[in-house]
């Protein structure tokens, strides 16, 4: 009967103690959800003239302020969904100045430069875009006929744009003795890319381009090593979103698990 009773004692104890320490432990979850969120790489980076409010209460996070535009406001989004310890978010944040028509001139225009961005293969910031009623052109420079190419290449996959005029000049050849190779170049950048911000670029560039768009993806990144899952309606599909996700800044690999759907036999 005594050792009955000591038991009950004890775990009454055990009880109390953990309901005492529960709300520390979720006091701190929400600081580290909080600051993980704004020392992130999107947020340091794609969001850092934005005015945004992080708030996190037992891993529900509310997301509020301002942002430039649409993009945004689902990388902030994004970028907190895929941190540790986040259960939902509920994001408010409001798009500041007027919201352009969608497939609108000024529009496609906003989408095309968020999406180079997004790409360390071509030059997103000395690329110049215009836009007249789907029709994209691009000006600037790039830094050699495979790069012009892959320019076009991710504007046209963009929903709205019909046509894509590559008007970009292509840099003589050059040769720095400290010049540092694409991979260097990642490298460096990975010391400050957060595996949280790779997830959320991965994930708004598949959305961006028209082939990817509708395709649905589970992503998780470890170590800038990206993971696929879902299902495809065909080979070509999955070989895009390899293709896609690796010119994503920062990843080092691609491991795509996602499945090719068979197309179900009709019988009479």
Not at 140 to 157: C, F, M, N, R, V
Not at 190 to 208: C, F, G, H, P, R
Request: overall charge positive; charged content about 25%.
């Amino acid at each position: 009967m005594v050792k009955r009773t000591y038991r009950l004692a004890l775990i009454a104890t055990v009880v109390s103690l953990l309901l005492m320490n529960s709300p520390l432990f979720a006091s701190e979850t929400d600081d580290r959800i909080e600051a993980s969120a704004k020392r992130s790489y999107v947020f340091q980076t794609y969001l850092k003239g934005d005015d945004i409010s992080i708030q996190s209460k037992n891993g529900d996070v509310t997301l509020t302020g301002t942002v430039s535009d649409g993009s945004n406001k689902l990388l902030a989004r994004e970028t907190v969904a895929s941190l540790p310890g986040v259960k939902s978010v509920d994001n408010k944040l409001k798009i500041k100045g007027d919201i352009p028509a969608e497939f609108s001139d000024a529009w496609l225009i906003t989408k095309v430069k968020t999406t180079l961005l997004f790409h360390r293969n071509v030059n997103a910031l000395g690329t110049e875009v215009l836009a007249e009623k789907g029709v994209v052109t691009l000006r600037g420079e790039a830094a050699s006929i495979a790069q012009k190419d892959l320019t076009t290449e991710y504007a046209k996959d963009l929903d709205g744009v019909k046509i894509v005029k590559n008007e970009m000049t292509v840099a003589a050849p050059q040769v720095k003795k400290a010049e540092k190779t694409i991979d260097e170049k990642v490298d460096a950048m990975n010391e400050s890319i957060d595996d949280a911000s790779i997830t959320a670029l991965v994930k708004t560039t598949l959305l961006y381009h028209r082939s990817t768009s509708a395709i649905k993806t589970t992503v998780e990144t470890k170590d800038w090593v990206v993971r696929l899952s879902g299902k495809v309606t065909n080979a070509s599909e999955k070989d895009l979103a390899t293709k896609l996700v690796s010119d994503v800044y920062s990843v080092t690999k691609v491991v795509n698990n996602m499945t090719v759907g068979v197309a179900e036999s009709k019988t009479k």
